[in-house]
């Protein structure tokens, strides 16, 4: 059952521009520590900041919230499986409000697409909810496959 869908389009030239006036105090008010150590590595650092930027954002459209109501942006990170897949790690206030959405015995998955063309980056979530007979962790979704 689908519980939540959001998209959004990013520049990623705002997001240059951002980088270069608030430098690392950007960084580190919007994105997680996984986030900053996959983007900082990329040739194309604006970019990928600006892919995690459009993900955080499709997320929070996602939770019918946007970014108020207790969710804020370090919540929101954009991990990779083991298999490259990209999904969102939610955390915090965002956590609690993804899990006002699922129904009992359900259990969230959250689907992520990322991509860019310059000067735009593109990102669409899906919330699912799934049934599934293992816990959910808090912080890290459901355990066991699924």
């Keep these: 059952m689908i519980v939540g869908i959001g998209s959004d389009l ?20 919007c994105f997680t520590e996984i986030e900053q150590e996959k983007s900082e590595r990329r040739r194309t650092r604006a970019a990928s900041y600006a892919k995690r930027w459009a993900a955080k954002e499709a ?8 970014l108020r109501m207790g969710v804020a942006w370090r919540e929101m990170g954009v991990v990779n499986l083991a298999s490259g897949q990209p999904t969102m790690l939610i955390t ?6 993804l899990l006002k959405l699922i129904p ?6 959250v689907h992520l697409t990322i991509t860019d063309d ?12 799934l049934p599934n007979n293992t816990p959910y962790i808090p912080g890290r979704g459901p ?3 699924g």
């Design 10 to 29: 990013a520049d990623i030239r705002r997001i240059e521009r951002t980088l270069e006036r608030f430098g690392d105090r950007f960084v580190q008010r």
């Design 59 to 66: 997320c929070s459209k996602a939770l019918g919230t946007g």
């Design 92 to 97: 915090g206030g965002a956590e609690i409000r």
């Design 104 to 109: 009992p015995g359900l259990h969230p998955r």
């Design 118 to 129: 310059p000067p735009y980056a593109q990102a669409f979530v899906v919330i699912e909810a």
């Design 143 to 145: 355990a066991g496959p």
